[in-house]
């Protein structure tokens, strides 16, 4: 499978993004999928993930509240809602998937093994 991550910007303090994670090659189904982040000068960290049914999902204390992930199988798509964004969202967010029928999602980066290219984000203040 093949991921694309899309929907980056410039946006003000306080502003809203829609960023999404289209999945080509393959269907979505049964993978659980993540949004992962990276500010320059800094280590890639986890913002959330959802599993394959979208029933768990999890989101990192720096974005609960702010950001949810969702996801449409249908469309091959998983959705990353950031609102109330702050400057120090400011970072390359990228998608990963990793192929499970479990209802599991991680946090660890290294347990994805597919990954799409990311998409800038910019916070002004």
């Known amino acids: 499978v093949q991921l694309q991550a899309f929907g980056g910007g410039l946006v003000q303090a306080g502003g809203s993004l829609r960023l999404s994670c289209a999945a080509s090659?393959?269907?979505?189904?049964?993978?659980?999928v993540g949004w992962f982040r990276q500010a320059p000068g800094k280590v890639r960290e986890f913002v959330a993930s959802i599993s394959w049914n979208g029933r768990n999902t999890v989101h990192a204390d720096s974005v609960k509240g702010r950001f949810t992930i969702s996801r449409d199988n249908a469309k091959n798509t998983v959705n990353l809602q950031m609102n109330s964004l702050k400057p120090e969202d400011t970072a390359v967010y990228y998608c990963?998937?990793?192929?499970?029928?479990?209802?599991?999602?991680?946090?660890?980066?290294?347990?994805?093994?597919?990954w799409g290219q990311g998409t800038l984000v910019t916070v002004s203040s």
């Open positions: 090659g393959s269907t979505f189904n049964y993978y659980y």
């Open positions: 990963a998937g990793y192929y499970s029928r479990s209802y599991y999602t991680s946090t660890n980066e290294h347990e994805y093994n597919y």
